[in-house]
């Protein structure tokens, strides 16, 4: 997956990180400290007051209880995170808490994120783009996954480990969704009658069918990862549909499923230069085949194929004698050297040594050294046959057309290549400790405010009767995700194939990070904690979500403007799907 590079402004993102911590502690002068008064005797439910919520697994509740908490019981008293950190009890002060905290956990993104892509710019990808670069993506989202089950007691934990599983499917629903038809309808162009998008025309306006975006292959494969990805959500909730496992030994499979398939992502994304770099090579030394095989048509000798794709043997056999400068039946080394370097075909860049080589190699079988005029004609059907399969062009079995076709593939992936290089750094040692110290803030940043967040959170949950599940799941991808997402946009509003293809295959690689690093986080939680798994709904949410977008963009490479209703139809239906389930059918 390519990245990104965007200019990154050190000082404004600390200073905005200073102003909103003195704001945070500033604030507690204007919120409700620890209570100290008894709960008065009427009080229909006593709560712990360290925590405000304990007690809700022994009643019975998977969401926070919808009660209004009465004015001076002891379920009203907060107690300040780490000792200094405000907290409140009011609907207005914990919906400032949880602005605050998630501008917090949004600046905590951003640093990471600018981080990252300026330590991609000095050392390039590989390692850094392919391992560093996906995972410190994915960091704040785990990291408030990862806190929202380590607080408190058992039961406390379970309760607030619902947060994080809102924050899951909630940020993979807004990727797949919401950004994805975001980027559609800001990246649009006109589309050809082959279906295909014109960079930087857009003159159909917001005609459903006569503008779209158009992504290359690579894209495509990135879906069919994402798609993979969803495996461990279906391996934990095999137990409820089969009853052949038990839910701890299920969390336990889909936890090593999920390790393992983070590891297999994140390796291929590292080997990704290296694959690009062999499939150029590739893509070169097709074109090169092509234009052998195109040279009896542009020479005047015929066309080596016949109207049935197969090899036109009087034409072969001209182009063999053309190649015999000697005229003793055999093709030399030299001879088919020299009638490569007079193709000029100026765009390949392969060593014609090398190409030389590599034919001969391929066409002398009798390895006397030579290619006889049998041994040529076995070597030319081989590669009609091998074009024929291998192009997706037009049937009109013309060299010329797969040509055209090659050279377009050839240049897409330079294209991709040209973006991973490594740009020239004016200091990279100022660069470097930029960088190195954006990744140390925002780590912070991150660590420290993650568990106030998933606090903030659940204790508004309280105060507003609303399930803490939809506040997380509308709310907490907004914080970690916004700044990822405002840069998606911006960079889908080019208006060219290269950048929608960029733009797509890091979201697909943010979802496929989503059910894989944060998946594997949160099952560890289930699994440590000997917590209950009881999130089917959400589960199944996400799973429709994935394979629905998954397959569609697996298949297709062009979207037309509708295509983006789709998607943001989805938003809602999972919302609806996961209230309509939990609280109407009682899944849970």
């Known amino acids: 997956m390519a990245h990104r590079h965007r200019p990154v402004d050190f000082p404004p993102l600390l200073l905005a990180f200073v102003f909103s911590l003195l704001v945070l502690l500033l604030s507690g002068r204007c919120v409700d400290g620890r209570g100290i008064s ?12 360290s925590d405000g919520i304990s007690g809700y697994a022994a009643a019975g509740y998977k969401h926070s209880p919808l009660l209004v908490l009465p004015r001076g019981s002891a379920a009203e008293a907060c107690e300040p995170s780490y000792g200094f950190l405000p907290c409140t009890t009011t609907v207005a002060g ?6 605050v905290y998630g501008f917090l956990m949004y600046k905590a993104a951003t640093c990471l994120s600018a981080g990252s892509e300026m330590l991609l710019e000095i050392l390039g990808p590989g390692i850094v783009g392919g391992l560093f670069l996906p995972i410190l993506g994915a ?3 785990a990291l408030l996954i990862l806190v929202s089950g380590l607080s408190g007691s058992k039961e406390v934990a379970q309760n607030q480990v619902l ?5 899951l499917a909630g940020s993979t629903v807004m990727l797949i969704t919401l950004l994805w038809g975001s980027c559609v309808v800001v990246g649009k162009c006109d589309l050809l009658e082959n279906s295909t998008s014109v960079d930087s025309q857009d003159t159909n306006g917001f005609s459903l069918f006569a503008s779209g975006i158009t992504t290359d292959s690579q ?3 990135a879906a069919k990862i994402m798609v993979i990805s969803i495996i461990p959500f279906i391996i934990v909730q095999l137990p409820r549909v089969f009853k052949f496992l038990s839910g701890r030994v299920a969390v336990l499979i889909a936890l090593i499923v999920a390790i393992a398939l983070l590891v297999s992502y994140c390796l291929y994304q590292v080997l990704q230069p290296w694959i690009h770099r062999r499939k150029l090579e590739f893509a070169e030394h097709m074109l090169m085949i092509l234009g052998i095989l195109g040279h009896p048509q542009t ?6 194929m016949d109207d049935d794709g197969r090899p036109n043997k009087p034409v072969v056999e001209k182009l063999f004698h ?3 400068q000697d005229k003793n039946q055999l093709i030399s080394p030299s001879e088919l050297r020299a009638f490569i370097i007079g193709l000029k075909i100026h765009e390949v860049n392969l060593d014609n040594d090398d190409v030389v080589d590599k034919i001969m190699k391929e066409f002398d079988t009798s390895h006397d050294g030579n290619i006889q005029e049998g041994e040529f004609i076995k070597g030319i059907s081989k590669w009609i046959t091998k074009v024929n399969h291998r192009s997706s062009a037009s049937h009109s079995n013309d060299i010329v057309d797969y040509y055209l076709e090659a050279r377009e593939q050839r240049n897409m992936l330079i294209d991709q290549i040209d973006e991973a290089a490594v740009e020239n750094i004016k200091n990279p040692a100022s660069t470097c400790v930029t960088s190195i110290l954006l990744l140390i803030l925002g780590t912070s940043i991150a660590a420290v405010f993650a568990d106030p967040l998933v606090d903030a959170v659940d204790n508004f949950s309280i105060a507003t009767k609303i399930p803490s599940f939809f506040i997380s799941f509308i709310a907490m ?6 700044s990822e997402a405002v840069s998606a946009i911006i960079f889908a509003s080019r208006k060219t194939q290269r950048t929608a293809s960029l733009t797509f295959s890091e979201i697909y690689g943010g979802v496929t990070m989503n059910n894989t690093l944060c998946l594997a986080v949160f099952l560890a939680l289930v699994y440590v904690r000997h917590l209950t798994w009881d999130f089917s709904a959400e589960v199944l949410v996400i799973l429709i979500v994935c394979v629905v977008m998954g397959i569609f963009t697996s298949i297709r490479t062009t979207f037309p403007l509708w295509t983006c209703f789709v998607a943001f139809l989805l938003y809602p239906l999972a919302l609806v799907l996961v209230y309509v389930l939990d609280f109407v059918f009682g899944w849970s």
């Open 163 to 167: 947060i994080g599983m809102g924050l």
């Open 139 to 141: 960091l704040p989202d």
């Open 38 to 49: 008894p709960p008065s005797d009427g009080d229909a439910m006593e709560l712990p007051a």
């Open 299 to 304: 020479a005047a000798l015929g066309r080596l």
């Open 322 to 324: 053309k190649i015999d």
């Open 477 to 482: 991808p907004l914080a970690t995700n916004s």
């Open 94 to 99: 914990n919906l400032f808490l949880v602005l």
């Open 219 to 221: 894209t495509s494969h």
